[in-house]
């Protein structure tokens, strides 16, 4: 049914939210009421949030990011030390980051669908609460139960789930135009910020309690003090808000209807591929790497193997360093690219990630193949790749919030986390690990054979990066044509105007009473 205008004067009632209802007759794929990063920052839009209390709840969902990434690569930073102690092989080892992957993933859905009806606030402070009681929890498994490790470790991953879908929309519905692509860019900084500090805090701490299981208390201990950050400094805001003066926007579809609107929004659909194959590649590589420049140095002999922790856990601390360096410089490369060339070139956003994995590519090609001859040209390639795949973190996040509606942002974060996950970073330390595995029963067990088996598994990864580059460019050809769609719904239905009226009201009537 097509909506019909109705005048209302507002003193019959009072201006509603904007609405998007299912039935108002909105074709799948439009961008009413979402002008995300593409909204002017004039002077009439006034936040539902003051900007000092904005500020302070992007730095509290900032140190929670930092936190949650911290916790997710401590186990890689000590991995050596986990397969010593367990004696486990290394697909087995995998094992632990794709069993909390696919609990994360599997949870997504859900925050999603809740974030988008409830209160965000609430359900981050519950899934919080259950990341730190089961991150801590694991830190106790005894040697006999690495089946424990495993289960604490999926459920950690549900609480981290909570956190990851709905943190970047309350920052979305707290700024617009360039201040949220800033602040979208400092949260999603801290993902290799947290991935690299996750290496070092967990080896450091390792070699100074000469207990791996203790790296595994650090961030529980850090979480502590920001669920009450989380309490008392992190707002709620309407859905919407930063785009309608506050107001916020008001969905009334359903979980299917949902989804419907996200299969046929092309841009969406394609850089959800791109970002599948961005976590694919650097789930392995932060898992594996410092295993892999570990064993590379064994076959140089600058080391002996280990065999009894504490293991030597140099390379645990230079590629956390490096990992951190690259994660800040290549998250500020692409957010100065983006702000730089997107009124020039419409489709900027994508081509950057596009030109980030598939020059990342070449980059760790060479890297894995020279490492058995030179440790510090490896180091080399691996901060020219981490520095090119770091150029996506916050533009793909600026595109899916400038290509999906305000009421729908939290399903569309949770579903692009779920396939993102479940084709990516799931499954990808485990397959590496495969691969390893199968190939090193071919020849009688050595360090040296142990090295090359787990080079070549490696390999998958930059073709991965190029074929995500391919997805990327996919996604070009459709997003400026949604720009312009969201740019001229946004001068035809502009918000509505805080305070009393000079003029009667338009609303959207959908066929159904107004009460």
């Known amino acids: 049914m097509e909506p019909k205008a109705s005048v209302t004067s507002p003193q019959d009632k009072p201006l509603p939210r904007w609405s998007l209802s299912s039935s108002s007759g909105l074709r799948y794929g439009s961008f009413v009421n979402s002008l995300s990063s593409l909204t002017p920052n004039t002077e009439d839009n006034k936040p539902a949030t003051s900007p000092r209390g904005a500020y302070i709840a992007v730095a509290v969902l900032c140190y929670l990011n930092l936190l949650n990434y911290m916790e997710r690569y401590t186990i890689a930073g000590v991995l050596t030390d986990i397969q010593t102690f367990f004696d486990i092989s290394d697909s087995t080892a995998a094992l632990l980051q794709t069993v909390f992957i696919c609990s994360f993933l599997l949870m997504a859905p859900l925050f999603g669908y809740l974030g988008d009806r409830y209160n965000r606030k609430y359900i981050m402070i519950g899934g919080l609460c259950v990341w730190l009681v089961t991150a801590a929890s694991s830190s106790l498994v005894t040697e006999s139960f690495f089946w424990l490790l495993m289960l604490l470790r999926g459920m950690v991953g549900i609480g981290e789930a909570s956190y990851s879908t709905i943190a970047p929309t309350i920052i979305a519905d707290l700024f617009t135009g360039p201040q949220r692509s800033l602040m979208i860019c400092i949260f999603y900084i801290f993902i290799p910020v947290g991935s690299g500090l996750g290496y070092i805090t967990g080896a450091s701490i390792a070699s100074l309690t000469g207990d791996w299981r203790w790296a595994l208390r650090m961030t529980p201990i850090l979480g502590v003090v920001g669920l009450f950050l989380l309490v008392f400094l992190c707002p709620n805001p309407p859905r919407g808000a930063a785009e309608t003066h506050g107001e916020g926007v008001r969905g009334q579809s359903s979980y299917l209807e949902d989804i419907k609107y996200l299969l046929k929004n092309k841009s969406y659909v394609w850089s959800t591929l791109g970002v599948t194959a961005t976590a694919f590649l650097t789930g392995a590589l932060a898992f594996w790497t410092p295993s892999f420049l570990s064993r590379a140095q064994v076959t140089q002999k600058i080391r002996p193997a280990c065999t009894k922790e504490p293991c030597d856990a140099t390379d645990s601390y230079i590629f956390g360093a490096v990992t951190v360096v690259t994660g800040i410089l290549g998250g500020c490369i692409g957010t100065l690219l983006s ?23 070449p980059c760790l090609f ?53 396939f993102g996950h479940l084709l990516g970073d799931a499954g990808s330390p485990y397959l590496v690990g495969a691969i390893s595995d199968a190939i090193h029963k071919s020849k009688p067990e050595t360090p040296d054979w142990s090295f090359h088996s787990l080079k070549y598994s490696l390999m998958v990864c930059p073709v991965v990066g190029i074929v995500g580059g391919l997805f990327f460019l996919m996604a070009a050809l459709y997003v400026t044509e949604d720009r312009k769609l969201a740019m001229r719904l946004v001068e035809e239905d502009p918000p509505p105007q805080q305070g009393p009226a000079s003029e009667p009201s338009m609303e959207l009537d959908t066929g159904r009473n107004n009460e």
């Open 339 to 361: 702000r730089r060339f997107r009124d020039k070139v419409p489709n900027a956003d994508p081509l950057i990630c596009a030109v980030g994995l598939l020059g990342s590519g």
């Open 366 to 418: 060479i890297a894995v193949f020279v490492a058995s001859a030179s440790i510090p040209t490896t180091y080399v390639f691996i901060f020219l790749g981490e520095v090119l795949i770091s150029l996506n973190w916050a533009v793909l996040a600026d595109i899916l919030l400038y290509v999906v509606i305000p009421t729908r942002r939290s399903t569309a974060e949770a579903l692009q986390i779920t």
